[in-house]
């Protein structure tokens, strides 16, 4: 038995035996109280959608909730507020996009798009062009140049309907919208049109970001997003006849980087400053909707965390940061900015937290961290079952707090129920009235509970085996 | 060690081993894909909330669905499909509910109400007179006669936020809404108004059903309630000036009992005929909305139990019904006329499952039976793993099923995800929309393995220990 297995039959003992005590369970219910009864969250996002809405990185509304967020974390009697510069893109949509089937002379059926995030515009008067539908890359290399060559491109690979977490069904189909126009381009495309990544049928188009790649700016082919029911349409119409033509106009542009920031607080750490403990979520949104969910949840989740735990009576040996991040959805510019400053800092990120799943019911956390710590984690699972949390796995954590990775630090991603994210994400429906208050809140006391357990025991149980122990 | 605690032993073990098999998980699989891409659940709720609507027991629209669910369950190729006669109670709600707070003379606030199910009509011209809160039975008893008689009493206690099955909040609170009157009038009260069983503040009045218990006619005070928005202004105003007038005017009436029908649908099993496992929602709802959550969703999950069984290729060993049962909210005259005459021809219920929760993400049951059936569930647990669902608790079951309930048998109530549901309960809002299609598939689904597995190994595993090795 090597030393690995050994100290992994000891914390199973100890996780079997479970290593927290009456009064954690006691610390939980008081934080799942008060975020049910005294709650910011809502209220905050409530502002953050109703007052300022749809936060696209380099726009007048993402200046604002950067503005909005860090004068609400000033009252909060944080230790220390602060904005973190970072340069980001600035996409514009331009004006509303609009496009047609055109089946015959003269007969056309107007359907619901919307340019792609990072999409180049149309020629002025739109593009007409014959349109071919494939459902992966693959059936694109097949139809070859000679099938390809001055047409559009219609992605159709619906989202996997019979997969229980929907973001996997979003996985294995977003590279269509991602990469489809440079691999479109490969064979001559003229341009691309993406079923949106929605697993319902409806008549809102889903926005996102995509890639040109390396591609000459000449080059570059315009990207836009189709609603399903129109995706559906068009797949219908195409099988009774190849030689229909699709329009459609779009004037949006990537304009210069424009400086942004990173929204910070932190409470300090009593015992352990120097170990930093963040939770967060992203400031930015699409601009389709007020972005809501995606991720106005995380952003005011985030924000409770520190609330909570100080309405709680918690004082933290570790610093816990709440970091609000900008630039996830076209960018990861405010997470790999924070990343690289705590590098250059030297600062010990000893745990990260990232809610950016929706603001529904929460299920439970996805971790990247090594099995001791997951050990530890397991061995909490009891205290949570009184709120319903049962999903604790190893996986992914979250984008923005993924360039924190060490050896031995966790990181962590809130699962909410999955059920319903899709329906609203990158659309124009991901709106406040979506999010009910009660999920929401359960989400913040479910990030505050974690990190209130991590920072009571230690990170990393083998280094801190003698706090497990008090 | 006596027989029984011998028994759980033995149970115990074997649930560490699972008392289940490879293809069971191939076969719930089977089940889950089957529900989410070729399920009915959601059509047939479209048909009965959108081209039928409000279905109160008694009404023409109760009586259409009777014909549709019917008509829809013989099409499924069942072995036997039919209507089993009931009388059910006939209760009107007349025209649109008027209110208002008169706070001085000619000073009026007009305020969202609607009648409680059963209740009387007020006086042609409306009722107007002094208003008085209480939050308890306790508080009008201390008030007393002296401070009550003449006027009208405001129930006013809120569902408690920091609970986290808004079922239990519910339970708290919904003796105001059932017994208030006859509280009340013990009093000398003339009218009750109660804040709306829901946890939101919004401005939609929550019907359902109260009692006058056996309170002669004449004494029968008129009953309503009160939006949550506007329970919240009634209190506030009611502590600036106490001598405030509530009117509010309705024409409600209760009409003769007239015929109905439960709907009933069976597959007959194949080794054990007489055994009889039953999966059931009721038909008819409140009238303010469409009843999608209430129970459309339980109607249509529980009758896509038996064709996802066809679907899925699997030929049950017990007789299986769908029982779609008429008047649960105001009599249960369905459920007990199901049981009494499931009694008088000696039909042995050894299982039944009630789906009356909502139709949202699934999160597991509620068993109502004896050690060894639960233990039995528990073994299975890892079965349902993939399909996040992990509530497996002892407790009640439902309303309709519970007249089945005998020593050995097994009633289960599916317990989806609670936060949303009060939003909507009884309330006009209780429409389609309100409803995931992803989330009623999985219910469907999720009731559908339970059955499998009960089927395959018996309802009791003590009497059937041979199934188990098989």
Known sequence: MNKFKWLACLLGFISSVGVYSQSD?????????????????????????????????????????????????????????????????????????????????????????????????????????PIVEVKNFEELEMLGKENIEGKIVFFNRPMQADL???????????????????????????????????????????????????????????????????????????????????????????????????????????????????VGGHLDSWDLGDGSHDDGAGVVQSMDVLRLLKESGIKPKRSIRVVLFMNEENGLRGGNKYAEEAKQKGENHVFALESDAGGFTPRGFSFDCNDASFNQVLSWQPLFKPYLIHFFEKGGSGADVGPLKTETNVLAGLRPDSQRYFDHHHASNDTFDAVNKRELELGAATMTALVYLFDKYGVNPIVNEKQIKQ
Chains 1, 2 share one sequence.
């Open 25 to 129: 369970a006691q610390v939980l219910k008081k934080i799942y109280t008060t975020s049910l009864t005294n709650g910011k969250s809502y209220d905050w996002l409530n502002h953050l959608s109703n007052q300022i809405g749809g936060r696209l990185s380099g726009s007048l509304n993402a200046e604002k909730a950067v503005q909005y967020t860090k004068e609400e974390l000033d009252k909060l009697g944080l230790d220390k507020v602060w904005l973190q510069p970072v340069m980001v893109p600035k996409w514009v949509r331009g004006f509303k996009e609009y496009a047609y089937i055109e089946s015959g002379k003269g007969k056309t059926t107007t359907v619901n798009i919307c340019a792609l995030g990072g999409s180049v515009a149309t020629p002025a008067l739109g593009l007409k062009a």
């Open 164 to 278: 229980i977490s929907t973001f996997e069904a979003y996985g294995g189909c977003v590279n269509q919208r991602y990469k489809g126009a440079v691999e479109a381009t490969k064979y001559g495309a003229v341009g691309i049109i993406v079923r949106s990544m929605n697993l319902r049928l409806d008549d809102l188009p889903h926005t996102g970001s995509m890639t040109y790649e390396d591609l000459p700016v000449a080059d570059r082919i315009p990207s836009a997003a189709i609603s399903t029911n129109d995706a559906e349409l068009l797949s219908t119409m195409l099988k009774l006849n190849k030689s229909i033509k699709f329009y459609f106009k779009q004037n949006c542009k990537q304009l210069k980087d424009v400086l942004s920031y990173n929204v910070i607080g932190q409470i300090t750490g009593s015992e352990f400053p120097e170990e930093y403990m963040i």
